[in-house]
């Protein structure tokens, strides 16, 4: 099936980051939001990001008009029975996503792939809550979804191969490479970064090397943009705790032991870049 | 015979009937029975077409995929209202509009499996361009059926370049390993352009003798440089971003500057992409408009850098006919084409202004009088004469297939 129209639940930062997306693809986009307040400022926030984007010469100006001009804000989900494809991105409680999957799966015709954007919760819990888990899958966007060329497609236990095929198709469309996920905690991802940087925020701890150091030497001595430490920052050390918190929690296993610098420091109000100071200090925007 | 010439985009399908043949072609009698264009491909789609002589359709329709823009342009093309034949079968043969041809296609040529496989092989060098050329091609036999099609490549024309011409200075492993030299674009027009221009001056299009410089000057502009209906020089080089400003194109720029923006404005290979082909050329020199008639109407009421951008434009041109009458060895016509070439004589004289000392000068009175059509611009008993010759790269695709389909020897 011709994917053309995409349905999107959710017009938070995630929800918008992925309709940009697909509308840049040239695929007409049916954002879902309940909230008035949200849904009211979404498409202004879309355009601000955009406006960015021309800033730093990614986007022009007729490419903004264009990819707006696709996105249809719209109040309900029966409104996304005319999708082909409907990515869930409304914020991570499995109650909520298991109801609205109930939902789409009365609303939605039975070809429709319906897909989540969880990092965290199980899509074959997700799916049992369908009359086609076959057709359910995971396509986790990472932040910012516009400029971050990953998707990991992940498969639930039902996941049937033809789904799999039909998004990697999909994400391909969007000009983005596809990596194929058997679901587990944290995926490839989050389950090979976190570590990486609280590793680096034990190392400061330790007092082998202060920030700035640990941040230079891991850029220069293997190419990375950004250091772990800067990165943690940027992430938020609230979102880096809880993530360490929920692989611990999971996998049971030391090595996802959150540092105890990481929580002193949320306790202290250092979330990085957000509070104004995490490892590094910034200057209010 | 009745050709249908396609110039397909990545969402986007340009559409003309042609009726030309060997008699037609040679009278200059052979026309365009309709046209059409379908953009946004793959979505909501906006159709426009029109037949001289009836009212144009404009209408909007949901389209997902290349096959069904060709359906829709044939049924229009064979509607009882708005056509112009009776059934598709009336269609001898397609013309498919190619960009790049590599070194390998110096020539139009009729498409088999092949050339298909020719085609893609340049999809690395052309990766926006060739892949919808080659899904035009896929829709139209799968909606034609039998019929002959041909592919009419952009780069070909230039494919005669000497190696002096088309080698950068660059280490020759690069040319080696992935083709990076000169190809040249707009090939099709420079061709077009300067046939017209021989038979204006009485000229066979191939005799040896003849110098001619032909400027393409429309959203993309290039110059060629051709002697004896060969091209041996043009502005544009590996893709269209060489040469000349454009309406977003920067032209020719040093590439350190562009690794330094790299790291000043830390920006990516992507970024950098579309800084120098979507956001630059008089649009960003200007910052108001990539479209010449708005920097004209706006250097006249005095805004600067409208006037900036007309100013570097037109200087940048100078300097490529200059060095093009070097190239030549002396010049014996200059040609204007396109959308700017056509109709802007403000931009014809600023551009040559200067140039008396190689022969090229503008009779004010004949220049300010040609717009959209053709005409001498050139003062009586110049030494260099100047024309402006409007462009039709779809009569030459049609032109060329049907030669090829028919088994004539290019023309």
């Not at chain 2, 110096?106 to 020719?118: C, F, N, P, Q």
């Not at chain 2, 562009?258 to 910052?287: Q, Y």
């Not at chain 2, 006919?321 to 004589?345: K, M, P, S």
């Amino acid at each position: 099936m011709q994917i053309s129209t995409v349905g999107i639940v959710g017009a938070g930062t995630m929800g918008q980051g992925i309709a940009t997306t697909c509308a840049a693809a040239g695929l007409d986009v049916l954002l879902a939001e309940r909230s008035p307040e949200i849904a009211a400022g979404c498409l202004e926030a879309i355009g601000e990001d955009l406006d960015r984007d021309i800033a730093k010469w990614r986007r022009t100006e007729s490419e903004k008009k264009a990819i707006l001009a696709r996105i249809r804000l719209v109040a309900g989900l029966p409104a996304l029975e005319a999708a082909h494809l409907v990515i869930e991105a409304v914020p991570e409680d499995l109650e909520l996503k298991c109801a609205l999957f109930r939902e789409l799966d009365g609303i939605c015709p039975p070809e429709d792939i319906l897909a989540t954007n969880t990092s965290t919760l199980s899509v074959t819990e997700i799916a049992t809550h369908t009359k086609r888990p076959d057709r359910v899958i995971g396509l986790h966007f990472l932040h910012p979804a516009p400029r971050v060329p990953l998707v990991e497609v992940v498969r639930g236990l039902k996941t049937s191969n033809e789904t799999f095929a039909a998004s990697r198709e999909f994400v391909r469309v969007l000009d983005k490479t596809a990596v194929e996920v058997f679901e587990y905690p944290g995926y490839v991802t989050t389950r090979v970064m976190l570590p990486f940087l609280n590793e680096a925020m034990h190392v400061v701890m330790e007092g082998v090397a202060s920030a700035e150091a640990v941040d230079t030497a891991m850029k220069l001595g293997y190419g990375l943009p950004v250091g772990p430490l800067a990165l943690a920052d940027r992430m938020g050390l609230d979102e880096v705790m809880r993530w360490m918190q929920y692989l611990f929690d999971e996998l049971g296993d030391l090595k996802y032991r959150p540092c105890p610098l990481l929580r002193k420091m949320i306790r202290a109000g250092h979330l990085g870049v957000k509070s104004g100071r995490g490892f590094f200090e910034y200057e209010p925007e | 015979m009745k050709i249908l010439v396609l110039n397909c985009g990545s969402s986007s399908l340009k559409f003309q009937l042609v009726e030309t043949d060997a008699a037609a072609e040679a009278a200059g009698t052979d026309r365009t029975l309709a046209k059409g264009l379908i953009e946004n491909i793959g979505s909501t789609a906006v159709l426009k077409y029109e037949r001289p002589g009836a009212k144009p359709v404009k209408e909007t329709a949901e389209i997902l995929e290349h096959k069904i823009a060709v359906e829709r342009s044939i049924a229009l093309l064979t509607d009882a209202e708005t056509g112009v034949l009776r059934d598709r079968s009336e269609i001898g043969a397609v013309g498919h509009r190619v960009v790049h041809g590599g070194e390998r296609f110096k020539a139009s040529v009729r498409i088999d499996d092949a050339v298909l496989e020719g085609i893609e092989d340049c999809f690395d060098m052309a990766p926006l361009h060739n892949p919808p050329n080659v899904r035009g091609y896929r829709a139209a036999r799968a909606v034609l059926g039998s019929v002959d099609h041909v592919a009419v490549f952009d780069t070909s024309f230039h494919q005669t370049m000497p190696p002096e011409a088309y080698v950068y200075g660059l280490p020759y492993a690069l040319y080696q390993r992935h083709g990076i030299r000169r190809y040249g674009f707009h090939g099709t027009s420079h061709r077009f352009v300067s046939r017209r221009l021989a038979a204006l001056l009485g000229r066979a299009h191939d005799d040896p003798g003849l110098r001619v410089i032909t400027c393409h000057l429309g959203n993309g502009c290039s110059v060629a440089a051709i002697r004896g209906g060969r091209s041996i020089d043009t502005s544009m080089g590996f893709t269209p971003l060489e040469g000349l400003v454009m309406g977003t194109r920067c032209g020719d720029i040093d590439p350190a500057a562009l690794l330094h923006v790299v790291l000043r404005e830390e920006i990516g290979s992507a970024e950098v992409n579309a800084l120098a082909n979507k956001h630059s050329g008089l649009l960003g020199i200007s910052g108001l408009s990539h479209d010449m008639r708005t920097l004209l109407e706006a250097a006249g009421q005095g805004n600067e850098r409208a006037r900036l951008a007309i100013d570097v434009f037109c200087y940048r041109l100078r300097k490529y006919i200059a060095a093009y009458v070097g190239a030549l060895g002396g010049v014996d016509a200059v040609a204007f084409a396109g959308g700017i070439g056509e109709n802007a004589a403000a931009i014809r004289a600023q551009s040559l202004r200067g140039l008396d000392a190689v022969g090229l000068g503008l009779d004010p009175a004949t220049n300010a009088a040609a717009v959209g059509t053709e005409a001498e611009i050139s003062p009586s008993g110049a030494r260099a004469r100047v024309f402006v010759v409007p462009t039709n790269e779809e009569l030459l695709i049609a032109r060329d297939t049907f030669r090829i389909v028919s088994g004539l020897p290019p023309a």
